[in-house]
């Protein structure tokens, strides 16, 4: 165990908000400016700005769309893993 169970929200939060912004600030920066020799500097200051607005809003906002989801569910269960 790296890190204790009580900071489990905000592991969850930290990996969610890394993962989607850098995939989203990266499409988003190629499509609008394209890939040249500045893109890199590019897709990193939006990262920068938006990694802690992402990180805020999944901290706050994912409680609540996870119990929104399970009232919209008829039986909640837990996510299984399928054996191939």
């Not at 040249?36 to 590019?42: K, L």
């Not at 769309?65 to 399928?82: D, G, T, V, Y």
Request: net charge positive.
């Amino acid at each position: 165990m790296l890190v204790p169970a009580r900071y489990a929200r905000y592991v969850f939060t930290t990996i969610m908000s890394v993962y989607m912004v850098t995939i989203m600030t990266c499409v988003i920066t190629l499509v609008n400016t394209g890939f040249d020799s500045g893109f890199f500097w590019r897709w990193l200051h939006s990262f920068y700005i938006a990694w802690p607005i992402a990180f805020v809003l999944i901290l706050i906002g994912a409680p609540r769309l996870q119990a929104f989801a399970a009232r919209l569910i008829k039986n909640p269960e837990p996510m299984k893993k399928e054996n191939p």
